[in-house]
């Protein structure tokens, strides 16, 4: 983030939060917002329960809300709106299905029966050996404003796991993308992602990482990339005070632009 935030939390059960965030910023509209979390009391594992519904609006009435329900232990779906000058502008269904040895999801994008437009995406991924799991994306997008009123893509997906490391990638028409992970340790953690794109013949790679210290309370995430982006985010627990420090930063030497973030979570 950039410019200045101040976050109250507020827990009023074990099930209800609400949030009061002030945010200024040259980068996105600052001002006042209010949220609210509730967590219901149906469990499939001691860390989850459902439903979940997330939401925060400004004093103009634009409103961003999310729902997450787990109706079975293997299905799962997720609702997420945003409404803006009295207008939905964004909706997004997504149903996610696990079994014994793969994973099926179906989102449904901004549909309308008026424009007769939407974006449809299926994935599924199946394990073929415990370390292995090989699948596929198919993204269909159609309305008046898409070349051909319809287009559709077609993309491979694969993932390696070996340890406290994974390799994941994706290739199509469109481009190849491929990710690594490694946990080096209880505090170290690093990604890298290379991105490739066919159509406007260019790739992109990113270096990011994590260092957590919890004797000291501090969490530091940072990244580096191939334009020479630089970013960074160190969060601060003051303890004994329920206070978190936030600072970010984001570098560019080649374009001469640097951003600055000051944060402030309570709660």
């Not at 001691?46 to 809300?65: H, K, M, Q, R």
């Not at 997420?80 to 997504?94: C, F, I, N, R, Y």
């Not at 993308?177 to 992109?204: D, F, I």
Request: charged share 15%; hydrophobic share 35%; aromatic share 8%.
């Amino acid at each position: 983030f950039e410019g200045a935030k101040i976050m109250l939390n507020k827990g009023l059960s074990n099930h209800f939060q609400v949030s009061h965030t002030i945010n200024m910023s040259n980068t996105a509209p600052s001002g006042y917002r209010f949220g609210a979390t509730y967590v219901g009391t149906k469990q499939y594992s001691p860390t989850e329960a459902f439903p979940v519904l997330l939401g925060d609006i400004d004093p103009s009435g634009n409103l961003n809300a999310n729902v997450i329900h787990q109706f079975t232990p293997h299905l799962r779906c997720k609702f997420a709106s945003q409404v803006q000058d009295s207008k939905m502008v964004a909706t997004q269904l997504t149903t996610d299905y696990r079994g014994s040895d793969f994973t099926a999801s179906l989102t449904v994008a901004n549909p309308s029966v008026f424009t007769n437009s939407g974006v449809i995406v299926g994935q599924y991924l199946q394990s073929i050996t415990p370390s292995i799991a090989l699948g596929a994306e198919l993204a269909y997008q159609f309305g008046p404003n898409v070349p051909g009123r319809q287009i559709a893509i077609v993309s491979g997906v694969g993932r390696y796991s070996s340890g406290n490391s994974v390799w994941s990638g994706t290739v199509g028409h469109s481009g190849l993308h491929l990710c690594y992970y490694q946990k080096a340790s209880e505090q170290l953690q690093v990604g890298v992602e290379v991105e490739t794109s066919l159509r406007m013949q260019e790739s992109v790679a990113t270096l990011a990482y994590q260092i957590d210290l919890p004797k000291a309370d501090l969490i530091f995430r940072g990244a580096v990339d191939s334009n020479w982006h630089i970013s960074g985010v160190l969060e601060k627990r003051l303890q004994p005070l329920p206070f978190t420090l936030a600072l970010s930063g984001r570098m560019n030497h080649v374009k001469n632009n640097f951003r600055l973030g000051c944060g402030l979570m309570i709660g």
